[in-house]
């Protein structure tokens, strides 16, 4: 399986660097495409390197499209080649948006009549059924709400890819879940 994770500047890097980590540890190869032409650069000043600029990658290899919030959804909303990309996996393979980025799938009309989540003051009417709670799964697509829903995020989008006991497997290699 592949999933390919697409920034621009303003990204959140816990948000992308969370999900990458653990979909990595769980077998999945993982590529960082950028929407800008330059190495992207997070709210916070990371990078994460290196990346492939969008327009040098083939799309069709990858499985599942993750993007995550942070400043950059601004930016994305406006971008024709995110919101195809964006169009393209929620219709045909697997997505995964967390925080601020759901809110371009809801301003799409892609979460009507699915259950979802977002960062909670920026939930709109999107025609769907909103959940407070740290992730949401409808079908093949994977919504989360901030970032301290990162590790479940990363956690959900590996069980879309490979399913819930190869996952399991992974949670238990990093003592996720470990009582003390």
Do not use: W
């Amino acid at each position: 399986m592949r999933a390919v994770v697409l920034v621009e500047n303003g990204y959140e890097e816990l948000e992308t660097m969370g999900p990458i980590a653990l979909l990595k540890r769980g077998g999945v190869d993982v590529d960082l495409v950028r929407l800008c032409t330059e190495e992207a650069v997070g709210r916070f000043g990371i990078q994460y390197t290196p990346s492939i600029y969008y327009a040098d990658y083939d799309f069709d290899k990858a499985d599942c499209l993750v993007v995550p919030g942070g400043p950059q959804h601004a930016t994305m909303r406006k971008n024709p080649v995110a919101l195809k990309l964006i169009h393209e996996f929620t219709e045909n393979k697997m997505i995964g948006a967390i925080c601020a980025a759901p809110t371009i799938l809801g301003q799409e009309g892609l979460l009507k009549g699915k259950n979802y989540t977002c960062f909670a003051a920026m939930n709109d009417d999107f025609g769907g059924t909103f959940h407070s709670a740290y992730v949401v799964r409808d079908g093949n697509i994977v919504t989360a709400c901030s970032a301290a829903a990162s590790v479940e995020f990363g956690f959900a989008l590996l069980e879309l890819l490979c399913g819930k006991e190869h996952t399991d497997k992974v949670k238990e290699s990093v003592y996720y879940g470990f009582d003390h």
